[in-house]
Structures are given as structure tokens and as C-alpha cells.
């Protein structure tokens, strides 16, 4: 056996490693093969650092959790790079996640040169192949450009919002951006109801597509220190420790994926840490000690942050959409953008750390929503009950009074247009469900949809059966 003292980074003191047989390692590892990996870790840091117990225990209880589990992360390394057969599947992931290998040592007369050479080849072969899957998954140049006009054809009303973030995204389209951060972090703000989550699925759909979800953190579970935990998963020992954690895993099984961090305000600061760090290096290291990238990740945080004070002025000035669609018809007024964006970056910069800010690549501010804006979302929303008929060969057709009746039942100052989605679904689609379920509706019919008198009215006109000629034949 033979013991080196290297010196790593975080810690204060020199890490003293021992270097055994293969023999040896291979004993170790037939008798630790069973256990989990973060226990078999504990074990192989247990055995193969000399001074754990004194020294390097002192150290660690003196440091930062995340700092800690860094140098437990370097020092686990040293052990298998000292030790080649203790865990070949280590180099791989730690040299995919781009982690920082080489400030293990700092002794000039380096003794294992060709261990040193084979973890850089192993992470050239790997990084290869990493820039081969992001060039795959990476949108073509067409589909790219298309993508602002998309986004506009789907979020309405948010046309600065989209601008700024499809501009921030051509960096890393383009390659220049920074490769160990993730693609985009963007903070949404802005009124409830106005496009904010909308925007972050549209934008997963056309980036990331297919069948996967983007993934959603609702930061309002998150409020005490303790919950940390579920993001990352519970630490070995503890109950749901093999279950990992809820942002951890789902970004592992799902690496290019739009993270969402809903009312990022709630989250508790120690939360807030572990967010810095992932927008700082683009890792996160679970509790089973894996390391978690989200470089290939766009992180969406979205908070309603100086919201109240807008719309409180909004409803004491009789500005913005109340309840009744002649009032709307008159006060077509939003508050001026200038007014709203100046307000919410009040709120945000008093409440939020600069830390956290600088991290951040663009504030993105949403508009409230006109009443034009209102009508074509409406009318987008219409479109979905036509097009499902029109698969059963039915017709829609409906008056400019069924959008009126949409916006009056479905918006609101305090939801925005979140309502209509529901009001189309509850008083419409369940009332021609009704017709289609009750009577006779064959294909070619039509059905009539009109709003009066604050109630929806629904008609049917079937096709005209075409009379046999009985003089014929
Ligand atoms: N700008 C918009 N364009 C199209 N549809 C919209 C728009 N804003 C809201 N909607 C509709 O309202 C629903 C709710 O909007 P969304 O979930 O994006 O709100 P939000 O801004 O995230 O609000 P909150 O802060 O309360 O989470 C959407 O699913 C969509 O149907
Ligand atoms: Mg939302």
C-alpha cells in the first residue's frame, strides 16, 4: 500500500489517499458490490482516505453543504483515479457532466501518468459523442428562424416578451454561448393569466417536441429549508431516498427539456441556493451523488412579483376588464407598458438578491392583455371546439356575440384569460356534447352557437336528406 497527499480545492486540508493492489480493489469491490451507489461511495471513502476521520471531517463540517459535496465528489474521484478498478462507470459520468477532473493533483512528479491519460481520452470520446446528440437535437437553421413567428401565433399579445427571449436563445443556437451554463435562464413576470406558462409549453413543444412534458416546479411547495430535499432527493438512509428527486430526476430521464420554477418567490433561500448553483455551472448533484446536467435545459422562472399594486390600481381607475361586456366595450385601456414594467422591476429588484439576478439572462415583462388581445385568443380557443367537430364532419358556426360572451364570462382583472379556456369547455363543449349524445347528428350537420342575454344559445341545421326522384327508375 501506498499513500498520496493530494491537495483539492475546497478543502483546507491535503486529502491523503491510499493506493493498494488490484488485487486488493478488486476484494473491495466484490465485497461492496451490493450496496446502493451512494453507500458503496461512503465505503470506498471510508477505506481509501487515510486521514477521513480527522482532518478531512473537520474540513468538511466547516464548509457549505454544496461545497461539501464537491469536494466529496473530488475525493471519491482521487480514490477511483488512484484505483482504477474500483468504478469504471464513474469516469463516465463525471466526464460527462463536464466536472472538473484535473485539480485533483498538483504534485509535479505525477506517478500515474496513464491513468491522467486515459480519463482525458475517456471524456474527448465522451464529449464527442455529447456534442453529437446536441447537434442532433439541435433545431435546424429553418425551423429556428420560424421560431418567433410560431411562438406569436400562439401567445398573443406577448410579442416583446417572445422577441426578447428568441433573441437571448440565437447565442446558443449559434454556439456562443456559455457551453457549462444552460441554454436560456429567464425570469417571466408579470399578471396572472397573461401568457407566462403558456409560453414556457410552447416554447418546450417547438424546441424540445415530441411527446415529453416540460418540467414544472411549483416553487410554493418549497417554503421551508427542509423541502431542498425534494428536489434532490432525501440523503441516503432516509425515507424515499431511492426515489431521487422531483427536479433531479426528471431533468436526468429528460436532459433537453424547458425546467419551469413557478412563483419563484415562495421558494425558501436555501432553495434558491440550490437553484444558483444549476444556473451558474449547469449541474446539480443528487442525493444518490449523481451528477445532473442541465446544460441542455432553457430555465424558466416566473413570479407575479409587483402584480397586486398594478392591478389594484387598475380596478381603482376602472381600467382593465371587469365584469360586464359594455363596460369592456368602453374602457378598452390596459395600463401603459411603461407603467407596469417600471413597477415590476421595482418589486423584483427589492425583492429579489442581485446573486440571483445576475444569474439571470433576461427579465422578461408581460403585457396585460387588451381587448384585442382578448378577442383573438377567444377566437383561438373556438377554433379548438371547430376543429374537433369538423373531425366527426360537423360545422361550426358562430356570432361575433359568442367571443363577447367568451371574454365576459372568461376574463378577469385577478385571472386574466385563464377563464376561457374553461367557459368554452364547461358552457359550450358540454352543451353540443349534450346535442351530439342526445339527438341524431349526422355528418355534414351544423351547429349555431350565439350569446344573448348573458346566456349561450345553441341550433342545429341537419343535411338535407336528397329526395328519391320517384318518376325515375
Ligand atoms: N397571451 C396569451 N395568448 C394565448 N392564450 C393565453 C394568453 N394568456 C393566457 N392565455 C390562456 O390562459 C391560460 C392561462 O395562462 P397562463 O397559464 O400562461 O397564465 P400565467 O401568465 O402563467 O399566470 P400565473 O401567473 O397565474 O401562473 C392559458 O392556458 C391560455 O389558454
Ligand atoms: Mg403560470
Request: hydrophobic share 35%.
Amino acid at each position: 500500500m501506498q499513500i498520496y497527499q493530494i491537495h483539492i480545492p475546497e478543502l483546507h486540508t491535503g486529502v491523503k489517499f491510499k493506493v493498494v493492489s488490484t488485487k486488493e480493489v478488486e476484494d473491495f469491490v466484490q465485497k461492496h458490490k451490493r450496496k446502493s451507489d451512494e453507500n458503496f461511495k461512503k465505503e470506498v471513502l471510508r477505506y481509501f482516505i487515510f486521514n477521513l476521520k480527522t482532518d478531512v471531517a473537520s474540513s468538511l463540517n466547516m464548509m457549505s453543504r454544496a461545497a461539501a459535496e464537491r469536494a466529496v465528489e473530488a475525493m471519491y474521484a482521487g480514490c477511483v483515479m488512484l484505483n482504477p478498478g474500483l468504478d469504471s462507470d464513474h469516469w463516465i459520468n463525471m466526464a460527462y457532466a463536464g466536472a472538473p477532473l484535473n485539480p485533483i493533483y498538483d504534485q509535479d512528479d505525477d506517478p500515474f501518468d496513464e491513468v491522467r491519460d486515459f480519463i482525458k481520452k475517456t471524456k474527448q470520446n465522451i464529449d464527442k459523442k455529447n456534442k453529437e446528440v446536441v447537434k442532433s437535437r439541435k433545431m435546424t437553421k429553418h425551423k429556428f428562424l420560424g421560431l418567433a413567428n410560431h411562438l406569436k401565433s400562439k401567445v398573443i399579445g406577448q410579442d416583446e416578451a417572445i422577441e426578447e427571449v428568441v433573441s437571448a436563445l440565437t447565442r446558443a443556437q449559434a454556439d456562443m454561448h456559455d457551453e457549462n451554463r444552460p441554454l436560456g435562464v429567464f425570469l417571466f413576470a408579470g399578471s396572472s393569466g397573461v401568457g407566462k406558462t403558456h409560453l414556457a409549453s410552447e416554447l418546450h413543444r417547438y424546441m424540445f417536441g415530441g411527446s415529453s412534458q416540460m418540467v414544472r416546479i411549483d416553487c410554493g411547495e418549497f417554503q421551508h429549508k427542509h423541502e431542498n430535499q425534494k428536489l434532490t432527493g432525501s440523503p441516503p438512509g432516509y425515507v424515499g431516498h431511492d426515489e431521487g428527486g422531483q427536479l433531479s430526476n426528471q431533468v436526468k430521464n429528460n436532459p433537453y427539456t424547458v425546467v419551469l420554477l413557478d412563483e419563484v418567490e415562495k421558494a425558501h433561500q436555501d432553495i434558491w441556493n440550490t437553484f444558483l448553483r444549476v444556473f451558474d455551472e449547469g449541474v446539480l448533484t443528487d442525493s444518490k451523488g449523481d451528477l445532473v446536467s442541465f446544460r441542455n435545459t432553457i430555465i424558466i422562472l416566473t413570479t407575479n412579483l409587483g402584480n397586486d399594486k398594478i392591478v389594484n390600481d387598475m380596478i381603482s381607475t376602472g381600467a382593465g376588464f371587469t365584469q360586464s361586456v359594455e363596460f369592456q366595450r368602453r374602457t378598452t385601456t390596459t395600463p401603459a407598458r411603461a407603467t407596469v414594467k417600471k413597477k415590476t422591476e421595482e418589486a423584483i429588484s427589492k425583492y429579489f438578491r442581485p446573486e440571483l439576478l445576475n444569474r439571470i439572462d433576461k427579465t422578461v415583462i408581460f403585457n396585460h392583455l387588451s381587448r384585442e388581445d382578448c378577442i383573438r385568443i377567444a377566437q383561438i380557443e373556438m377554433s379548438v371546439t371547430a376543429d374537433k367537430l369538423s373531425r366527426k364532419g360537423i360545422s361550426l358556426e358562430y356570432t361575433d356575440n359568442v367571443i363577447d360572451g367568451l371574454i365576459n364570462l372568461g376574463i378577469d382583472t385577478i385571472r386574466g384569460a385563464r377563464g376561457i379556456s374553461q367557459v368554452r369547455r364547461d358552457s359550450i363543449e358540454t352543451s353540443l356534447a349534450n346535442m351530439i349524445v342526445k339527438s341524431v347528428v349526422p355528418k355534414g350537420t351544423i351547429f349555431h352557437i350565439d350569446y344573448l342575454d348573458n346566456e349561450f344559445s345553441f341550433n342545429m341545421t341537419k343535411p338535407v336528406k336528397k329526395k328519391k326522384v320517384e318518376e325515375e327508375g
